[in-house]
């Protein structure tokens, strides 16, 4: 009897509404996932150092807590930092934009006179939209003021969630053997190793690397005497996790800047020079020594997932969308019907890159199709096995 086999458009309509309601319910239930996923990818982090001291004789507990305990007051002497910088720039606004109105009548003005060209209206209105920051310093501190309530919820909700990650760990790794029940356990604790390496060298390697190149950045800035080094410096450095647009970008907030807080031409271009230098000395030499090549993501799902749960979480989806592709990419590599998506979201290989990739491609393809195919002594049957015709009998 022939299995049943059902027809595409069902497969297809079935995996759309199934994606579709993945995305509803991770939109709807931010509030709830987000925390949870902050909380794996820093209990995983911090892993290594419980273990640590667990092997020092500290309990499971003890241990745990401690090093959260650590994490925790060094994260929010980082966020204390920020903030104050943060809060400065707000004080700021209104000379940075009477900054920006002057510079923008100077160009009117050039165009103008050197160009022959009127001034248009498209400068009045961003004149117009650029003046309505001087009032948006009282709109921040309202909008702060909202999201306070859920920042401090998740500053306590996610050292306890982690806490009893860690707590439980071997807990949570029985369940997924009763679960995959199927599965080889030796293939679950493979993927679930993967998975931990992925996270630790991505997030571990790229929070070092942003911390290193921000150092340098904001060194770079503040001799160069750009105004808010320490908070442009940063910026600009979490701004790489964007693979060639978010240099981009950074360079442009770094050039606006540094042409608002300047009061000489050759600064901006000095540190729009120097922010380029920092980056490919990061690209080439700091981040593949610190990160490596544990997260094999091309630059076009990089940046297609980034904003993707950019618009999905907003910032904190920033942060997340890397990690989580990174360990969908590991269950897919160990699914095999799962195998073609984890090759997408790969990097290409160099052969994919040559100029006679496609000729390529084939031959490698007819070499595979060749290699399946049943010997020939296979295919015909045997002249023993096979009884005479009927006919000669």
């Known amino acids: 009897m022939m299995p049943y086999k059902q027809p595409y458009i069902l497969t297809f309509a079935s995996i759309l509404i199934s994606v579709v309601l993945l995305v509803l319910v991770l939109y709807y239930f931010e509030v709830v996932i987000v925390p949870l996923l902050f909380s794996i990818i820093f209990a995983v982090m911090i892993f290594p150092f419980c273990s640590w001291l667990e092997r020092w004789n ?3 507990g003890m241990a745990a807590f401690t090093i959260i305990f650590i994490a925790t007051i060094l994260l929010c002497f980082l966020g204390y930092i920020l903030f104050t910088q943060v809060s400065i720039f707000t004080e700021s606004i209104p000379q940075i934009t009477k900054k920006i109105n002057l510079l ?8 103008a006179h050197k160009l022959s060209i009127k001034k248009s209206v498209v400068a009045e209105k961003i004149q117009e939209q650029i003046a309505q920051l001087q009032n948006s310093s009282g709109y921040m501190a309202t909008s702060m ?5 859920t920042l401090l919820i998740n500053i306590f909700l ?7 990650l860690i707590y439980y760990r071997h807990f949570f790794i029985e369940f997924f053997y009763k679960v995959l029940q199927r599965s080889d356990k030796e293939q679950i604790d493979v993927v679930i190793q993967k998975m931990e390496l992925v996270i630790k060298g991505y997030l571990f390697g790229q929070f070092l690397d942003i911390l290193i190149i921000g150092a340098a950045n904001a060194i770079a800035l503040y001799f160069i005497g750009v105004g808010y080094p320490i908070i442009l410096g940063f910026l600009i ?9 978010g240099m981009i970008a950074g360079s442009l907030v770094a050039l606006l800047v540094a042409f608002v807080t300047t009061d000489t031409n050759w600064q901006p271009l000095t540190a729009l020079t120097v922010l380029w230098i920092i980056h490919i ?7 593949p020594m610190i990160i490596g090549h544990k997260v094999s993501i091309n630059p076009l799902v990089a940046i297609f997932v980034l904003f993707l749960f950019g618009e999905l979480w907003g910032l904190p989806g920033l942060f997340l969308a890397i990690p ?14 799962l195998h073609p998506y984890g090759f997408l979201l790969g990097e290409p290989e160099k052969y994919h890159l040559k100029k006679h ?15 399946n195919q049943k010997p020939i002594s296979e295919s015909v049957p045997d002249m023993n096995d096979t009884p005479p015709p009927k006919d000669l009998i």
């Open 58 to 60: 500290f309990s499971k």
């Open 104 to 111: 923008i009548n100077d160009l009117r003005d050039f165009a």
């Open 145 to 149: 003021l909202t999201v306070i309530p």
């Open 158 to 164: 996610i050292p306890l969630y982690t806490f009893f």
């Open 237 to 245: 450095a979490t701004f790489c996790i964007i693979p060639y647009l």
């Open 281 to 287: 000395i990061d690209s080439n030499f700091v981040a």
């Open 324 to 337: 989580l592709t990174a360990i969908l990419k590991v269950i897919f590599d160990a699914i095999p019907g």
């Open 357 to 371: 990739s496609f000729h390529y491609l084939k031959i490698l393809q007819n070499k595979k199709e060749m290699e």
